[in-house]
């Protein structure tokens, strides 16, 4: 009996895991993740709330048996991280993490303050698909612009002494992404270009545009508010995602990368909609 019960919870885990992956049939969905992090209104809490998040994600994707990566990271000037990138590298980690991006939002007490007084801070979390050369997506010269710099931090020779690090605009919309990661600057301008050309798709879907011109750059800038989680830490314990009222209080679950309810909850809700607007 004992066999028989494990082994038909073992069945169910997997036919739920079956039925969340028929929900993962966007175009890129199959494809890893760069997930980006960047820290908010809130001061040097807003950045120990980024870092925080960067373990988070972190923890999620090793849970998964993906590989994780840190491309990319700033310091912040007290403590946490102003910004930082993961590239998680695995089937579906892009269509799992996609309901991950927006505005994460924290409230606590600060440890930062001298007072003890209650803080809340805010965090930027972006993600794009991981994608090869098999997708094409032609960006006029004129419409980017490329600068570089020397690549700061700990690393070899080259830190701070060649230009290797590559930052690109795409000018239309004000679209910018910066590659550190690789030792020389073809490589990060490739790599980079790659970034844009993720975010430039993902957002063309978002706003059903039909050619990359096409997307409105005021949708672009408002993006970054769009709040869809609270964590509260303080006067009680609660995490909340604001988009289907999905609870928990096991807070500490979740900042040790717990949350696959919420992104399955999230996917199944983004599905009805999909099929009541079909209808």
Request: hydrophobic content about 35%; aromatic content about 6%.
């Amino acid at each position: 009996m004992q066999e028989a019960e494990a082994n038909l919870n073992q069945l169910q885990r997997e036919l739920d895991q079956w039925e969340l992956q028929q929900l993962l049939s966007g175009e890129y969905d199959d494809r890893g993740a760069v997930l980006t992090i960047n820290a908010g209104a809130g001061g040097t809490d807003a950045q120990d709330w980024a870092e925080m998040l960067l373990r988070m994600y972190t923890r999620w994707g090793e849970a998964h048996g993906y590989k994780v990566h840190l491309t990319e990271i700033s310091e912040g000037d007290e403590a946490g991280i102003k910004s930082a990138s993961l590239e998680i590298d695995g089937r579906y980690a892009y269509g799992y993490l996609k309901v991950e991006k927006g505005t994460h939002r924290l409230v606590r007490i600060s440890p930062f303050n001298a007072n003890g007084k209650r803080q809340t801070s805010f965090a930027g979390v972006e993600v794009m698909p991981i994608l090869d050369e098999s997708v094409t997506l032609d960006i006029p010269d004129k419409d980017l612009e490329i600068t570089t710099s020397r690549s700061g931090g700990k690393g070899g020779q080259n830190v701070n002494k060649v230009e290797t690090a590559v930052q690109i605009r795409h000018v239309p919309t004000g679209l910018m992404v910066r590659c550190t990661e690789e030792r020389s600057q073809l490589q990060n301008k490739e790599k980079a270009l790659a970034r844009l050309k993720a975010k430039l798709l993902v957002i063309a879907q978002e706003q059903r545009a039909k050619e990359i011109a096409d997307i409105r750059g005021d949708m672009v800038e408002a993006a970054w508010g769009n709040q869809i989680r609270n964590y509260v830490f303080h006067p009680y314990q609660l995490v909340k995602d604001l988009r289907t009222n999905q609870e928990t209080t096991a807070i500490e679950d979740v900042m040790n990368g717990d949350l696959d309810s919420f992104i399955e909850t999230c996917l199944r809700q983004e599905n009805q909609l999909m099929e009541g607007a079909t209808v």
